[in-house]
């Protein structure tokens, strides 16, 4: 079974500084996907970025990116710039790909969360 | 507006009532998922649904069940036999293929037992 570890409960960061989260995950498949949700203190779950593990470029969104690598199953992600607005719960996810034969490969495993206070 | 929606925002129990929670999604999403949250751990899979009138156990389904009888519906019930309800929980849903299968997570409920 896949497994993701966040080992950072909590962090904090001054605005306008850079901040890095750190998720690690286990798995003995080849491909898979994988994702960073932030989820405020609305409690919604929104996308930040993701990943596809075969690409081996780095995915970015505006001021996020991560740093991904596959040989040690790291995937972290990296705030540009903070903002107040990025105080949230961040969620490090896996999910392998769907296969035409064998649905049911959809579901998130997510990691426990990092909670990224952001200091004015 | 396209969405998912979950009511009650807050729902109280008494010990030994099952209670329904309510998911509406109008994305024409096939894939719906219920996800369980408690303080200081990740989202659980409870049960998902690929397609109408089909559904699997998640990691944590005892005690919970489900139905699909619509596309666009996806209601929960927590049944007594649930040992620790009390919980955030989180409607989700997807196109249930390829790369660009982004799950959409509704607003949550936040269930209380009393």
């Known amino acids: 079974a896949q497994t993701v570890t966040q080992s950072q409960p909590e962090m904090s960061v001054q605005e306008a500084e850079t901040v890095t989260l750190s998720c690690t995950y286990d798995?003995?498949?080849?491909?898979?996907?994988l994702f960073w949700y932030k989820q405020p203190p609305s409690r919604q779950m929104i996308l930040v970025i993701r990943q596809e593990a075969y690409k081996q470029q780095n995915a970015t969104e505006n001021r996020f990116s991560v740093n991904f690598q596959k040989a040690a199953k790291s995937f972290s992600l990296k705030i540009s710039d903070s903002q107040l607005g990025d105080a949230a719960m961040y969620f490090c996810a896996y999910r392998t790909p769907t296969l035409l034969s064998n649905f049911g490969n959809e579901k998130l495993t997510f990691g426990t969360g990092t909670r990224l206070t952001i200091i004015p | 507006d396209g969405g998912i929606t979950q009511s009650p925002k807050y729902l109280f129990r008494k010990e030994g009532q099952n209670v329904t929670l309510s998911c509406e999604q109008n994305l024409n999403h096939d894939a719906m998922y219920w996800y369980r949250q408690d303080p200081g751990q990740g989202l659980r899979l409870i049960y998902y649904?690929?397609?109408?009138?089909?559904?699997q156990k998640g990691d944590i389904a005892e005690g919970y069940s489900v139905s699909r009888e619509k596309k666009e519906s996806f209601p929960l019930t927590v049944t007594s036999a649930q040992k620790n309800p009390t919980a955030f929980y989180l409607c989700?849903?997807?196109?249930?293929?390829?790369?660009?299968?982004?799950?959409?997570f509704g607003p949550g409920t936040r269930l209380t037992v009393l």
């Open positions: 649904s690929q397609i109408v009138n089909d559904f």
């Open positions: 989700a849903s997807s196109t249930g293929t390829g790369f660009d299968n982004e799950q959409f």
């Open positions: 798995t003995s498949e080849s491909d898979y996907y």
